[in-house]
T-cell receptor
């Protein structure tokens, strides 16, 4: 059983569409991070959410931390081919990082 | 500022052999953590080193070991390789002052065990 479950696991959409990726857990996190990993590279941090209910925007990406700090979502508006990659949520419930199961996004031109 | 450097980028080994992977963190970073990434299991935490001491350890067998040098560079060793050890091995560095700090990842070492 994974500590952080992400859904969907795979997503293939057309350029210009909107999408939402979910990260869920039964544990409470002091903060959650979202990373994007492109093929052949390591993950790169996109954002950290800290406060329950917090919403952060990064251009066309909107991140939300659940009120109970057990879940988070990533919404992408008008997806572009450059958004293609593996999206990972991560958190530290104790003293080490746990990564989510990942969502592989493909945006078709 | 140079990023996290991992060498080698690709490695092919046979079962039973051992392998050593290297990671050079960002200058000033004292924490180096290692992760195994596979399509089936995702990113799994191996261990973290801070100031030459192992600070945290994941749930991997003793065949997986590591160390950190005084310049914060780190090495990871896998002995008696098994087919299931085929994976992308990523290292990440951070200042190490807080447990939820931003991690900076290298590009990884792709290990194939035949």
């Amino acid at each position: 059983t994974q500590l952080l479950e992400q859904s969907p696991q795979f997503l293939s959409i057309q350029e210009g569409e909107n999408l939402t990726v979910y990260c869920n857990s039964s544990s409470v996190f002091s903060s959650l991070q979202w990373y994007r990993q492109e093929p052949g590279e390591g993950p790169v941090l996109l954002v950290t959410v800290v406060t329950g209910g917090e919403v952060k925007k990064l251009k066309r990406l909107t991140f939300q931390f659940g009120d109970a700090r057990k879940d988070s979502s990533l919404h992408i508006t008008a997806a572009q081919p450059g958004d293609t990659g593996l999206y990972l949520c991560a958190g530290v419930p104790g003293n080490q990082f746990y990564f989510g199961t990942g969502t592989s996004l493909t945006v078709i031109p | 500022k140079a990023g996290v450097t991992q060498t080698p980028r690709y490695l092919i080994k046979t079962r039973g052999q051992q392998v050593t992977l290297s990671c050079s963190p960002i200058s000033g970073h004292r924490s180096v953590s290692w992760y195994q990434q596979t399509p089936g299991q995702g990113l799994q935490f191996l261990f973290e080193y801070f100031s030459e001491t192992q600070r945290n350890k994941g749930n991997f067998p003793g065949r997986f070991s590591g160390r950190q040098f005084s310049n914060s560079r780190s090495e990871m060793n896998v002995s008696t390789l098994e087919l299931g050890d085929s994976a992308l091995y990523l290292c990440a560095s951070s200042y190490g002052r807080q447990s939820n700090e931003k991690l900076f990842f290298g590009s990884g070492t792709q290990l194939s065990v035949l």
